[in-house]
Each structure stands twice: as C-alpha cells, then as structure tokens.
C-alpha cells in the first residue's frame, strides 16, 4: 500500500471580496494544481492508505478496472 497527503485548501472565491474559502473535500497536492491560487492549510495534513496491486485492491474488497464485465449493468 501507498501512503497518500491529503490537504485542506484555501481556494479563490468567485465573489470580488477576495475571501478565499476551504474546499469541501480534501486534495493532494497533484489535484490542488487544478485551482490556481490554492493555498494549503498545513495543519489539516491526512495520510490515507492507498492500495496499489490488484492483490491489495482484492483484499479490501475495491473493485478494480479489470474486473470482469459480469459486474457492470448493461
């Protein structure tokens, strides 16, 4: 398994006040650049746990993209 950072981010608002707002959900720093102008809040640091092989996937019961099609409604 990996170890992921996860971050809340300050992020521009839309409004003119120039308030920045936190984001609903957590970021990592790869899906922050996405919101140019975010601003990490370094105390709001999470580490998750991501399964990389389809072993680890397997045992934690995550489907994967190369599970058989027998599970997806056509």
Do not use: H
């Not at 720093?29 to 640091?45: F, K, L, N, V």
């Amino acid at each position: 398994m990996r170890s992921v950072e996860f971050f809340t981010y300050l992020l521009p608002n839309d409004r003119d006040d120039g308030k920045r707002l936190p984001a609903r959900a957590k970021l990592t720093s790869w899906q922050a650049i996405a919101y140019p102008g975010a601003t990490r809040i370094e105390g709001s640091r999470e580490v998750r746990m991501c399964p990389e092989s389809p072993a680890e996937q397997a045992l934690l019961g995550v489907a994967g993209f190369e599970d058989d099609s027998s599970t997806i409604q056509r």
